[in-house]
């Protein structure tokens, strides 16, 4: 559960229901966190600060970041610039931005 003050709403989360670490393809490795459920747009702010706890924690154990491999870089770039044509968002950065970010 995650409770946020100082005038910021935010839905509770149902919380995370585990934590593993994985491998890259090149045998380093890296934390993946699994929520109980999926991320509603009410829970974005309460969950991005789970994922940057386990970022921070990650990082101070010394473990590695994930690497994308860009068949899953590409299939995001596709899936971000579809949202956007159906949802529309405030900002779309464009696809050579989008590559970037992940």
Known sequence: MAVLNDGVT?????GIDRVELR???DGS??????????????DGTAQALSV???????SILGLGEYKA????IERYVEEISFYDLRNGLQYM?????NRFIT
């Open 23 to 25: 491998e890259n393809d």
């Open 10 to 14: 935010a839905a509770s989360i149902e």
């Open 52 to 58: 940057l706890v386990a970022d921070y924690t990650r």
């Open 29 to 42: 490795e890296f934390v993946t966190v699994h929520y109980a459920r999926p991320i509603r747009l009410a």
């Open 93 to 97: 950065p464009t696809d050579k931005e």
């Open 69 to 72: 491999r860009q068949d899953e």
